[in-house]
């Protein structure tokens, strides 16, 4: 990893014409419009791939129906908030038998677009790009990885998972023979914005950045930021809380448990007025 992973003043700000790719849990929130797709919302659209992965491992079971409960426990989610999700793919399920897993894998896949194959470029071969490449799970899940490129003379024309490094250089030609719709950058922080610059300009409209650099896109280009560090530091605000929380229960002898809030953690409430 490099130390040199900071955020750039002047990359940080919107520029004319463009916008800025938002980080979001887990990832990032999708850019661009309030709704994705076909009128559904993109805080549904994000949780699609839970219930696909749920579904899935049903699938695999032979289970041919599901509960929204069910699915909703094994997604990880509030089975009303699932059953809402469901019903802006025009999925309602059928009263006492829940719904056909099959039917709704195939659902989900066509309203994520994972019914045909999308191919997929990684630019940065270091420590996380080679683990990206040399990550087996994007087949299964329709993403073909067709082209790994870095700028380095270390790295390039090394060969990772069957493909060969390839100089940046050579990065305009591949597009254009290959046509790759998504970038996956896991270049330094210092050089994101200028290799997502030259990444857009030949018509990728796509990009997951890695690097912890908010990028400016043009209208139209949908980018998602992954940041692990942010979820470290939630998870850590989380167990400071709740050990905050243990030490006041233990301060308040007889004080009710704490209870559990939407997010399945302790409520704050219950303790209210000794964590300080
Ligand atoms: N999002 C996360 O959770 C997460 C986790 C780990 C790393 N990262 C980030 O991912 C990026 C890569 O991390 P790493 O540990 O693999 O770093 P690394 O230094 O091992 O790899 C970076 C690679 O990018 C290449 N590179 C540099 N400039 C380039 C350019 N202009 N064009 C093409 N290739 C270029 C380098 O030659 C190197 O091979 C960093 O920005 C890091 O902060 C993010």
New binding site residues.
């Given amino acids: 990893?490099?130390d040199d992973?900071v955020t750039v003043g002047p990359l940080s700000g919107p520029r004319p014409g463009q916008r800025a790719g938002t980080p979001g849990a887990g990832g990032g929130e999708p850019t661009g419009s309030e709704e994705a797709g076909r009128g559904v919302p993109d805080a549904t659209v994000a949780r699609l791939p839970q219930y696909l992965r749920a579904l899935t491992v049903l699938a695999e079971r032979g289970t041919e129906t599901v509960s929204s409960e069910a699915l909703a426990a094994a997604a990880g989610v509030g089975s009303a908030k699932l059953r809402k999700d469901l019903s802006h793919l025009g999925s309602y399920g059928t009263r006492g038998v829940g719904y056909e897993v099959a039917r709704l894998v195939q659902q989900i896949s066509e309203h994520l677009g994972l019914t045909q194959r999308w191919s997929v470029v990684i630019?940065?071969?270091?420590?996380?790009?080679h683990a990206l490449a040399g990550y087996g799970g994007f087949a299964s899940r329709g993403f073909g990885v067709v082209g790994l490129?870095?700028?380095?003379p270390a790295?390039v024309g090394k060969r990772v998972n069957g493909l060969v490094v390839r100089p940046?250089a050579q990065f305009e030609a591949a597009v254009a023979d290959e046509r790759p719709t998504i970038a996956v950058l896991?270049?330094?922080?210092a050089?994101?914005q200028?290799?997502c610059d030259r990444v857009v300009a030949t018509g990728v409209s796509s990009v997951l950045n890695?690097?912890?650099v908010v990028l400016q896109v043009p209208e139209g280009v949908h980018v998602r930021k992954?940041?692990?560090?942010s979820e470290l530091q939630i998870l850590a605000f989380h167990e400071q809380r709740r050990a905050a929380l243990a030490r006041a229960a233990r301060l308040v002898p007889g004080a009710a448990p704490a209870g559990r809030g939407t997010s399945g953690e302790p409520e704050a409430a219950a303790v209210a007025g000794v964590v300080r």
């Avoid at 630019?123 to 790009?129: A, D, E, H, K, V």
């Avoid at 490129?149 to 380095?152: I, K, L, M, V």
């Fill in positions: 990893m490099n992973d630019i940065g071969i270091g420590n996380l790009g490129f870095d700028d380095s790295v940046l896991a270049v330094p922080a050089v994101a200028r290799v890695f690097a912890p992954v940041d692990l560090a």
